[in-house]
C-alpha cells in the first residue's frame, strides 16, 4: 500500500487566487510528521512546512498552511495568493518514528502534484 | 545556514565508467546522508542512508556494489556509480541531517546523470 498519496497530477490556479494540494497518508505509528516540498524545475528540493503528529494546531509558514485532519489521514497544503513563482512539483512526505529521539528516520515521498499558476 | 551541496551539478559519461558525487554539508556537521534517485516526472525513491563512519543501509532492491557509498567525515558523503549504463541515468540528490535537527532534512541541489 502507498504511504503516500498525492491523486492530484497537475493543478491550475491563477495568480492571487488560493490553491489546495491534497496528501493522504498511511501508517500505523502514533508519532510522525509531514512534509511539504516545492521543486522548482531547477531540481532542488524546498522544504516548506512540517506538521507533527502530536501538534495541535495546523502548521503555517507564511503563505503556506497545512490543513492536518489526522482522524483522515489528511494533510493538505493550502498556498494562499498563489504566485507565477509557485509553478513547480509539490512533494507530500512522512517520516516515521519518534520525533523526540535524535536518530532520523527516512522520508517516504509522495508522486508529486505539478502546480501551473497562470497569470 | 543548513547548506549541502553536490558535485557536480551534472555529468555525461561513458557506458562502462565510474562517477563519483559528492555530497557536503557546508554549515553544520551530518551525522546522516541520505541519497535519492528522480527519474524523470517521478518522485524520489531512497537509494541508501548513510552515518558517518558507518556502512550505509541500501534500500530494497538497490545494488550496493553498484552504487558504493561512503560517509567518511560529518560534512561529506560520496556516491559512487561504478560500471554506469544509460538504465543509470538520472537525477541524483544527497540530503543531510544532524543529531540536534532530527526533524528536518536538507537537500542538495541534485546532480544530473546522463550515461551514453
Known amino acids: 500500500a502507498q504511504k503516500i498519496t498525492q491523486t492530484q497530477p497537475g493543478m491550475f490556479v491563477q495568480e492571487k487566487e488560493a490553491v489546495t494540494l491534497d496528501c493522504t497518508y498511511d501508517t500505523s505509528d502514533q508519532s510522525y510528521g509531514l512534509f511539504w516540498y516545492k521543486q522548482p524545475s531547477s531540481g532542488e528540493m524546498i522544504f516548506l512546512i512540517y506538521q507533527g503528529s502530536y501538534d495541535e494546531q495546523n502548521a503555517t509558514e507564511g503563505r503556506y498552511s497545512l490543513n492536518f485532519q489526522k482522524a483522515r489521514k489528511s494533510a493538505n497544503l493550502v498556498i494562499s495568493a498563489s504566485q507565477l513563482g509557485d509553478s513547480a512539483m509539490y512533494f507530500c512526505?512522512?517520516?516515521?518514528?519518534?520525533?523526540?529521539?535524535?536518530?532520523?528516520?527516512?522520508?517516504?515521498f509522495g508522486t508529486g502534484t505539478r502546480l501551473l499558476v497562470s497569470p | 545556514g543548513a547548506v549541502v551541496s553536490q558535485h557536480p551539478s551534472w555529468v555525461i559519461c561513458k557506458s562502462g565508467t565510474s562517477v563519483k558525487i559528492e555530497c557536503r554539508s557546508l554549515?553544520?556537521?551530518?551525522?546522516?546522508m541520505f541519497w535519492y534517485r528522480q527519474f524523470p516526472k517521478q518522485s524520489l525513491m531512497l537509494m541508501a542512508t548513510?552515518?558517518?563512519?558507518?556502512?550505509?543501509?541500501?534500500e530494497q532492491g538497490v545494488e550496493k556494489d553498484k552504487f558504493l557509498i561512503n560517509h567518511a567525515s560529518l560534512t561529506l558523503s560520496t556516491l559512487t556509480v561504478t560500471s554506469a549504463h544509460p538504465e543509470d541515468s538520472s537525477f541524483y540528490i544527497c540530503s543531510a541531517t544532524s543529531s540536534g535537527r532530527a526533524r528536518e532534512q536538507f537537500f542538495g541541489p541534485g546532480t544530473r546523470l546522463t550515461v551514453l
Open positions: 512526505a512522512m517520516r516515521e518514528g519518534l520525533q523526540g529521539n535524535t536518530g532520523f528516520q527516512k522520508l517516504v
Open positions: 554549515d553544520f556537521q551530518a551525522t546522516t
Open positions: 548513510s552515518n558517518e563512519g558507518s556502512k550505509a543501509t541500501y
